[in-house]
């Protein structure tokens, strides 16, 4: 009876999944709610918790002992860091290709291109720390290819992440330079391309390519090998193309 009692409860236990808890670039959180809704219909009993920021500060998080079994990362440089020190344990993919684009509240006269950040009319340009935040250092990039960067950089302000820049972008700042991923959830609608934003010059950045890791948390648990395989998937690369990510 013991043995029976003891079989019929593992079987039970494994009806039930666990937590896993996924470390997210900032940029992506939109993207997330849906990768998150898509992957939990085919797995209903895995609870997906995401700590979003920037990846700098994420990786700060995950060296000090930060429970996460997967990172998404902004960059390819900080998993690949994290895969030379064995905190990672497979090697980085790309699971998508992120663009920057310029917002702001207004309405403003984008024909000018990256000129326009210099207009005396600009006051304020929001941007996320370049140093923990890859789309910040694209965007100083950007600015430093076009030659605007010297006479810009007084009116930076600086966000911790790419999601408050978009913030900063729509409330403290003139203008700002964020994620085009950021773009496309439903409480940016009201922002429309050509009007409130455009998207930057690709040939000004580096192209911004998206690595994903699993670490060392997660190695040996299938929850969070499914996880990794559905941002891999076919179905989690027609959900990030929504989001404006090249796949």
Same mark, same amino acid.
Request: no cysteine.
């Given at each position: 009876?013991?043995?029976?009692?003891? /079989?019929? +409860?593992? @079987?039970? +236990?494994? +009806?039930?999944?666990?937590?896993?808890?996924?470390? !997210?670039?900032? #940029?992506?959180?939109?993207?997330m709610e849906e990768l998150k809704a898509e992957f939990q219909k085919s797995?209903?009993?895995?609870? @997906?918790? @995401?700590? =979003?920021?920037? /990846?700098?500060? %994420?990786?700060?998080?995950?060296? #000090?002992?930060?429970?996460?079994?997967?990172?998404?990362?902004?960059?390819?440089?900080?998993?690949? &860091?994290?895969?030379?020190?064995?905190?990672?344990?497979?090697?980085? @993919? !790309?699971?998508?290709?992120?663009?920057?684009?310029? =917002?702001?509240?207004?309405?403003? #006269?984008? *024909?000018?291109?990256?000129?326009?950040?210099?207009?005396? /009319?600009?006051?304020?340009?929001?941007?996320? #720390?370049?140093?923990?935040?890859?789309?910040?250092?694209?965007?100083?990039?950007?600015?430093?290819?076009?030659? !605007?960067?010297? /006479?810009?950089?007084?009116? =930076? !302000?600086?966000a911790e992440s790419i999601s408050q820049a978009v913030t900063y972008a729509?409330? &403290?700042?003139?203008?700002?330079?964020?994620?085009? *991923? *950021? =773009?496309?959830?439903?409480?940016?609608?009201?922002?429309?391309?050509?009007?409130?934003?455009?998207?930057?010059?690709?040939? +000004?950045?580096?192209?911004?390519?998206?690595?994903?890791?699993?670490?060392?948390?997660?190695?040996?648990?299938?929850?969070?090998?499914?996880?990794?395989?559905?941002? %891999?998937?076919?179905?989690?690369?027609?959900? %990030?193309?929504?989001?404006?990510?090249?796949?």
């Amino acid at each position: 009876m013991k043995k029976i009692a003891l /079989s019929l +409860l593992l @079987v039970t +236990l494994s +009806l039930f999944g666990g937590t896993i808890n996924i470390a !997210v670039a900032a #940029n992506v959180a939109d993207a997330m709610e849906e990768l998150k809704a898509e992957f939990q219909k085919s797995n209903p009993s895995t609870e @997906v918790q @995401v700590m =979003l920021g920037s /990846s700098g500060k %994420l990786v700060a998080q995950i060296k #000090n002992g930060a429970p996460f079994g997967v990172f998404l990362s902004a960059d390819m440089e900080f998993p690949y &860091a994290l895969y030379e020190e064995k905190i990672a344990i497979t090697e980085p @993919v !790309v699971y998508a290709q992120g663009e920057l684009a310029y =917002l702001s509240a207004k309405s403003v #006269n984008f *024909s000018k291109g990256i000129a326009l950040v210099a207009e005396p /009319s600009i006051e304020k340009i929001a941007i996320a #720390n370049p140093k923990t935040a890859p789309y910040g250092k694209a965007a100083v990039e950007t600015m430093t290819n076009a030659k !605007v960067y010297e /006479s810009v950089k007084s009116k =930076l !302000v600086f966000a911790e992440s790419i999601s408050q820049a978009v913030t900063y972008a729509t409330t &403290a700042a003139d203008i700002g330079f964020v994620a085009k *991923s *950021s =773009l496309f959830g439903a409480n940016m609608k009201k922002y429309k391309e050509g009007v409130n934003w455009v998207s930057v010059d690709t040939k +000004l950045y580096t192209p911004i390519k998206q690595g994903i890791v699993i670490l060392k948390n997660g190695a040996d648990n299938n929850e969070y090998k499914a996880f990794y395989d559905f941002v %891999l998937s076919p179905k989690g690369k027609e959900i %990030l193309k929504k989001y404006g990510y090249t796949v």
